[in-house]
């Protein structure tokens, strides 16, 4: 999923919601994503980095019993392994060994989710508690390079479940500002987010 058809996604529920009073919001977030990679135990000179900054853009709906549903694309960065010749890693229980220099391992993620949501009033029209659950298609490429030869390209994609928890605090009926924490689930691996963001909710005129 790229960000056209994802724009074209928010322009279609936009166009049938909009005339709702602020039932219908959009938004976007920034922030940390922790990219669980399934790598530990590096030795020498290799380097994991497994964290990386993400940014999410979403559109909503809001029933009248404070359950919604929300459409999200977000993008998590990129998680890197680098090493040189006999350095080495494990991967899920196993040794592996670098047998060039200067080898690099790069995995980049994005997805694209829709989930049911849920807002607890803890101060009426003010703050609320949010809650997630739903199911994401997600995109990843690993691209691995060495100083001795070329670069390859792997990519793979599948459905998960993700969820999660946050804090909005409504600054104005327009306007309102959001704090989360949210869990994708990769296959076996997992990529956790925490953000922060605005919301603009659409009123009638």
Do not use: C
Not at 24 to 46: L, M, N
Not at 92 to 113: H, M, P, Q
């Amino acid at each position: 999923m790229n960000t056209s058809k994802l724009l074209i996604a928010l322009l279609l529920i936009s166009s049938s919601v909009f005339a709702e009073d602020g039932k219908f919001y959009i938004g976007a977030s920034g922030g940390r994503a922790d990219i669980e990679t399934g790598v530990s135990g590096t030795t020498g000179t290799a380097n994991l980095d497994e964290d990386d900054t993400g940014w999410k853009v979403y559109a909503g709906y809001k029933w009248e019993n404070n359950f919604g549903i929300e459409l999200n694309y977000a993008d998590f960065g990129e998680a890197s392994l680098s090493g040189n010749n006999t350095d080495t890693f494990v991967y899920k229980g196993t040794t592996y060994t670098f047998t060039a220099n200067g080898v690099n391992i790069d995995l980049e993620g994005t997805t694209f989710g829709l989930g049911l949501t849920y807002s607890l009033p803890v101060i009426e029209d003010t703050f609320y508690i949010d809650a997630k659950v739903g199911a994401h298609t997600w995109d990843a490429e690993m691209t691995i390079s060495a100083d001795a030869a070329g670069s390859v390209s792997l990519s793979d994609d599948g459905t998960d479940p993700f969820y999660g928890l946050g804090l909005t605090y409504q600054i104005t009926k327009e306007f309102g500002a959001r704090v989360e924490f949210e869990r994708y689930e990769f296959d076996e691996e997992d990529v956790d987010y925490t953000s922060a963001g605005l919301t603009f909710s659409f009123l009638s005129t």
